[in-house]
C-alpha cells in the first residue's frame, strides 16, 4: 500500500458520559500503526475532551485525557479545535491541555499541535479528506 | 412533596435540559448529573436555560462529575448547589419521585 490517504478522526462528544470520546482516541493510537496522514477534528460537545484539569476519582472511571499528550509521540499532530464551539460554551484555548509535538523537520523544536479554527475552514478540511471516522 | 428531574446530557448536545426546565413546576428541583453538568456552567449560549429559571425551581449539580470533566466550581452559575453522591441520595429521599431526562 504506497498511498497515504488523507484520515479526519470527528470528535462531537462529550468525555465520559458515553464511551464515544474513548473509544475515537484507541482507533486514532491503533490506527497510528498504519502512518496515515492523520488529523483530529474536536467540534460541538467534542472540545469539552481537551478540557485541563480532569480528576476522575470520585465517579470511578479512568482519567483518559493524558493519552491525548502522547498523540504527538505517534505523529499526531494536527488537531483541529473549532472556534465557534469553544465560544459556545465560554471556553478559550487557555482551558485546553498544551498538546504538543516534537518537528523532526525543524530540529526536533517543540511545537503546539491544536490548531484553532473556523467552522468554515472546518469545513474544508473536512471535505479534503479521504476517510472520515466520527464518533 | 414535589419532584426531583435529573437531566443527563448536555444541553449544548441535547434538548433534556430545556425540556425539563419547561416542565419543571415551581418548587421542584433539577438535578444535572454525567454530562448534564455542562448545563450548569456560566458563560454558554445555554446558560440562560438555568439562571432564567433560577426563582422558580431548585438547581443542584454532581460534584464529581464536575471534577470529572475538569469543570471549575468557580464557573457554575450562581445558585447552583454541588452535591455529592450521598446528596443524591437525600434529595431522591426529600421528594415525591425522580423523573429522569435522557
Given at each position: 500500500m504506497s498511498e497515504v490517504k488523507k484520515f479526519l478522526y470527528v470528535n462531537r462528544k462529550a468525555p465520559y458520559g458515553t464511551i464515544y470520546a474513548l473509544e475515537s482516541l484507541e482507533v486514532v493510537l491503533i490506527g497510528a500503526a498504519f502512518e496515515q496522514d492523520v488529523a483530529l477534528a474536536f467540534l460541538d460537545d467534542g472540545v469539552?475532551?481537551?478540557?485541563?484539569?480532569?480528576?476522575t476519582d470520585e465517579v470511578g472511571m479512568k482519567n483518559f485525557s493524558p493519552t491525548y499528550k502522547a498523540l504527538g509521540d505517534y505523529d499526531v499532530n494536527k488537531i483541529y479545535v473549532e472556534q465557534e464551539s469553544l465560544d459556545a460554551r465560554g471556553?478559550?484555548?487557555?482551558?485546553l491541555l498544551p498538546l504538543t509535538y516534537e518537528d523532526e523537520d525543524d530540529d526536533w523544536a517543540e511545537k503546539d499541535s491544536i490548531k484553532v479554527v473556523s467552522a468554515a475552514e472546518l469545513a474544508e478540511i473536512m471535505d479534503q479528506s479521504d476517510v472520515v471516522l466520527s464518533f | 412533596m414535589s419532584q426531583l428531574h435529573t437531566v443527563n446530557k448536555s444541553p449544548l448536545d441535547r434538548g433534556a435540559l430545556e425540556s425539563a426546565v419547561n416542565h419543571a413546576m415551581k418548587g421542584s428541583a433539577i438535578l444535572m448529573i454525567e454530562d448534564g453538568v455542562?448545563?450548569?456552567?456560566?458563560?454558554?449560549?445555554?446558560s440562560s436555560i438555568v439562571s432564567d429559571a433560577m426563582g422558580d425551581i431548585s438547581f443542584y449539580v454532581m460534584g464529581p462529575d464536575l471534577k470529572a470533566r475538569g469543570i471549575?466550581?468557580?464557573?457554575?452559575?450562581?445558585g447552583i448547589k454541588v452535591v455529592d453522591y450521598s446528596g443524591f441520595v437525600a434529595l431522591a429521599a426529600e421528594h415525591k419521585a425522580t423523573q429522569s431526562w435522557l
Open positions: 469539552y475532551q481537551l478540557a485541563k484539569g480532569q480528576a471556553l478559550t484555548l487557555d482551558d | 455542562y448545563g450548569a456552567m456560566n458563560g454558554t449560549s445555554k471549575d466550581e468557580a464557573r457554575l452559575i450562581p
